[in-house]
């Protein structure tokens, strides 16, 4: 079985504050919608303002919005696997180097609605159907820290990037707007 690290309870991401263990399996779907449609909306309204990088160790909106699609296609894909088998080869995300190879310079604020919006009905689908004891086998994860986690944790974490990167994506507004 794959070791498991030890995790302290409570974990809070040190930038948003979210934390992990509050968010209960049940609401993760309501607030994954939420979320998604919240960005979106913040991607329409930022207009030509969507595709710049306000300083350069920030992502624009448009590429955060993309990472956040890739995220749920890539977290909803490895879920299957981990259903199917118990101790899943899972591969990484790549997230700087999906940017590129990714073609986020192609993205555009009407496709990305639709990606991102289809992507969180795709990853909802899966999760929310998920019988609960599917729910509790665990896969290694590397983020915050490598451990193996839940597929429960999982689903919190895709909402903790949708919630952290609603975040960036509302600072890059103020950014380009001051
Ligand atoms: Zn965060």
Not at 26 to 45: F, K, M, R, V, Y
Not at 49 to 64: F, G, H, I, K, N
Not at 168 to 176: A, H, I, K, Y
Request: aromatic residues 8%; proline residues 4%; hydrophobic residues 40%.
């Amino acid at each position: 079985m794959h070791e498991v690290n030890a995790v302290t309870t409570n974990e809070q991401c040190d930038v948003c504050g979210f934390i992990w263990d509050e968010i209960q399996a049940g609401q993760i779907s309501a607030l994954l919608s939420s979320a998604t449609g919240q960005l979106c909306e913040l991607l329409i309204a930022q207009g030509d303002r969507v595709a710049r990088r306000p300083e350069p160790e920030r992502w624009s909106s448009l590429e955060y919005a993309a990472h956040l699609r890739d995220v749920y296609l890539s977290i909803r894909d490895r879920m299957v696997v981990a259903c199917v088998e118990l101790e899943p080869t899972l591969p990484p995300l790549y997230r700087e180097e999906r940017v590129a190879f990714g073609f986020y310079e192609l993205d555009t604020v009407d496709d990305m609605v639709t990606e991102l919006t289809t992507a969180a009905t795709l990853f909802n689908k899966v999760f929310t159907q998920m019988p609960d004891g599917l729910r509790e086998r665990r896969m290694p994860f590397a983020f915050p820290v490598a451990a193996t986690r839940t597929l429960s944790w999982i689903a919190s974490q895709v909402y903790h990037e949708a919630f952290h990167h609603l975040g960036d994506v509302r600072v890059n507004g103020e950014l380009l707007s001051a």
